[in-house]
């Protein structure tokens, strides 16, 4: 589980375990847990599913997420080409 960013408490992660499944970034954050999709063609986000986690913690993450987008794509590239 390469962990990509630590941000205010955040930890933005890959799992090596889920076959081909397009881009996307997992966050953790003591027991809240989230996934979302990154479209990289639309510079978008889709969120996957999420765990415990109010409007306010969705939002700090999206905002993360969209402040590391080009850092999430590139080392989810190195990483993906790694794993092969």
């Given at each position: 589980?390469?962990?990509?960013?630590?941000?205010?408490?955040?930890?933005?992660?890959?799992y090596s375990n889920e076959?081909?499944?397009?881009?996307?970034?997992?966050?953790?954050?003591?027991?809240?847990?989230c996934k979302y999709w990154l479209d990289t063609i639309m510079y978008d986000l889709e969120e996957a599913y999420s765990y415990k986690m109010n409007p306010k913690d969705k939002r700090e993450v999206k905002e993360i997420i969209y402040a590391h987008f080009e850092i999430i794509e590139k080392e989810w590239n190195k990483f993906k080409t790694r794993s092969k």
């Open positions: 589980m390469p962990t990509v960013l630590f941000v205010n408490g955040w930890r933005f992660f890959f076959g081909n499944e397009p881009i996307h970034i997992h966050c953790k954050k003591g027991e809240k847990e």
